[in-house]
């Protein structure tokens, strides 16, 4: 009986660990499309970081994104984002701005979205 209620304290701490970890707490969304056009004309700055390849970024993008491409990303968003900065993340598919989403939140970053389906499945308008 003793080994039970240890073991289920012992699960409920790791739940509650993963639970507020700083990805899960206030860091990273994931978002659709129709939640970054609503981000996008709310009034409120935002950072929409593509991180495709420049020729990619070139041929098509979301008005306003910046290009941090995904290879040199790393050391850069932290340099060039500022944590008080709402940033969205936009990749081909979803996960290299998930990855990197989830950098930043573990750095204290607070309003940090990532573009379910990045690119393939965004409907928005597209500016070159």
């Not at 003793?2 to 507020?20: E, H, Q």
């Amino acid at each position: 009986m003793m080994k039970t209620r240890a073991w289920g304290g012992l699960a409920w701490s790791i739940v509650a660990l993963f639970w507020m970890s700083p990805a899960m707490a206030g860091g990273l969304t994931t978002i659709d499309g129709t939640q970054l056009e609503s981000l996008m004309v709310d009034g409120n700055a935002l950072m929409i970081v593509d991180v495709r390849e420049p020729e990619l970024f070139a041929a098509g993008h979301i008005r306003g994104a910046i290009n941090i491409p995904y290879d040199d990303a790393k050391p850069r968003i932290v340099k060039e984002l500022s944590p008080a900065d709402r940033i969205v993340f936009v990749c081909h598919g979803g996960p290299m701005g998930d990855e990197l989403g989830h950098l930043l939140a573990e750095k204290g970053y607070s309003t940090v979205y990532n573009l379910k389906g990045g690119m393939k499945q965004w409907k928005g308008s597209v500016v070159k």
